[in-house]
């Protein structure tokens, strides 16, 4: 059979929890797969296990054939946010995108960091000058390397602020 994602017996236990017990599956090419259950069933953990963000504690996961790993080169191939496209929260804005480039398997040459940073420093100066702020970030005393994690707390304020427009909506729905 020609499997586009095989997973066999995987596992993954954190210390004494288990997050992901004995689970395998198979997915054809051209099919779509959704993954059901309640809060805690491991749906996540799968997920980042199949993108090589965490490594399984057994079993194993294989996408076109090839065996999935940190830096695997098949991980090229897939393309996902788990979750949102949100940031590890114990690691920096740059070690995120570092991360989840190398989990891509290809060159760390290739990532661009320095030239999508540059980009995107220019786009949030004229958003400044627009608004009437300082003349640029530079201004403010930003440099370039904390630009990852002024759009991380930038999009941690967005959920928060998502999660309390939530909370009122669901208030002020109650009898």
Known sequence: MDYGIEVTGLTKNYDSFVAVKDFS????????????????????TTLRMLMGLVRPTAGEIRVFGHRVQAGAAVLSRIGSFVEGAGFLPHLSGM?????????TGRPASDAGFEEALEALVAHLNALLNIAGMPASLADCGVTASMIPTLAEEAGKHEQSHQDLERTQAHEIALP
């Open 25 to 44: 599956f198979a997915v054809k090419r051209g099919e779509v797969l959704g993954l059901v259950g309640p809060n805690g069933a491991g749906k996540t």
């Open 95 to 103: 070690a995120n995108l570092t991360l989840y480039w190398a989990a």
